[in-house]
Every structure is written in C-alpha cells, then in structure tokens.
C-alpha cells in the first residue's frame, strides 16, 4: 500500500490564522481525500482533490474555509484559513478507494487553535 | 438514524478474550466493508478488507458481513494488549470512486 506523509504533526495556532497542511505520497495516485475527525465522530470528508482540476467539497465545506491544492500526482494541501477554536481537530489525508483498492490514511495532523 | 452505527464501547476485556465488534448499515448499496484500527496519535490503519457478503480471515482477526442483514462484525481471537486501540468500520459502494462512510469507532482496552 502507499505511504502517506503528513506534515506537520501537530499544531498549535491562534484565532484567525491559517494552516497549511502538506500531504505527499510515494507514489503517484489520481485521487487525494482531505478528511477531519472530531473527538467522538466518525470521519468526515471535507473534499477530494484531483490532479489538474478543482477539489470536490462536501456539504458544509467551502473552498474559502479550505483551500486546496493538488499540483501533482503525488502531493497536495490543505489550507485550514480564519481558524476558530472549532476547527480543532485531526485532519487526515487519503488515497485508493477506486474499485477494489482500499483507502489508506496518513498519521494526521493534530490542530489546536487558542 | 445515521448511515453506520457502531457502538462507541469502551470496551474492556482481559488478555486472551475474544473480541466482537459490530457495525450496522442502512445502505443497501454498500458493496466493500473494511474495518480499521487507530491507535493513539496515528492514522486509522486498514486491517480488513472484503468485499459484498460472507467471511474473512487473517491470522486472529475474522471479518464477516451479512448483507442481508445489513451487519458487519470483526472478531479478535486470543486478544493482547497491543490490541488496545479504536477500530472504525467503513463502507462504500461499487463502482470507480465511492464516498466511504465511517462508522464512529469502538475503543477497545485489552487489559493483561
């Protein structure tokens, strides 16, 4: 299966920045998912990301809040923008999941906004 | 109601039990059923993976799914410490890229 990178691990940010979070693969792959995960609730996808064209957003995710980038096969970002302490979560970067591939996830970056 | 259901445990259990873990569904639609394990600061970890109905084994770990009843388990055998951990069933259907859908993971404690 792919390895999926994520950087960075952690953070700690204050109200109103942003945070761009890299997600690089070791091999190249069509599809990237940006997913959150909130204490206690399932995996939410925020969007998926396909190389050469805009992300896909879920309902209730706009590009304004995350921006994303795909500029290769191999890598992309997510910009968590005017952060607010409920965007403190874990957010998690996949691939596969066409036909019989399962998905995959990287390690994930833990947000904390103050 | 929501799409997965899975029992947020925790649950306990001592070294050596065997472990049942158990999602049910309402989309009829869901063809592949995959169950994950996520430890404590990482990223959920594929552990099974089977496609439409019937049974799965690898090594302590047994996968079933029944269709008709809209009801996914995995079963631990021998269950150790190094077990301890969230585990998130997934679900999605057939056909080039699918929305997967998570169920909201039991915490299982092995305890020795």
């Not at chain 1, 952690?10 to 204490?39: A, N």
């Not at chain 1, 309902?59 to 995350?66: C, E, L, N």
């Amino acid at each position: 299966s792919a390895v999926i990178s994520q950087k960075p691990s952690r953070d700690i940010c204050q109200r109103g920045t942003s945070l761009t979070i890299q997600c690089q693969v070791d091999s190249q792959v069509t599809m990237m998912f940006w997913y959150r995960q909130q204490p206690g609730q399932s995996l939410t996808l925020i969007a998926t990301a396909n190389q050469g064209s805009e992300a896909t957003y879920e309902s209730g995710f706009v590009i304004d809040k995350f921006p994303i980038s795909r500029p290769n096969l191999t890598f992309s970002t997510l910009t968590v923008s005017n952060m607010s302490p409920e965007d403190s979560s874990i957010y998690l970067c996949s691939v596969g999941g066409r036909d019989r591939q399962p998905q995959h996830f990287g390690d994930g970056t833990r947000l904390s906004i103050l | 109601q929501k799409e997965v259901e899975q029992d947020p445990g925790p649950l306990s259990v001592p070294e050596g039990a065997i472990v049942s873990l158990n999602c049910t569904y309402s989309n009829s639609a869901f063809q592949y059923f995959m169950w994950y394990r996520q430890y404590s600061r990482k990223g959920p970890e594929l552990l099974m993976y089977t496609y439409s109905s019937g049974n799965k084994e690898d090594g302590r770990f047994t996968a079933q799914v029944d269709k008709s009843s809209k009801y996914i388990s995995l079963f631990i055998r021998d269950s150790q410490p190094s077990d301890s951990a969230t585990y998130l069933c997934a679900m999605r259907g057939s056909g080039g890229y699918q929305k997967v859908t998570f169920g909201t993971g039991t915490k299982l404690q092995v305890i020795p």
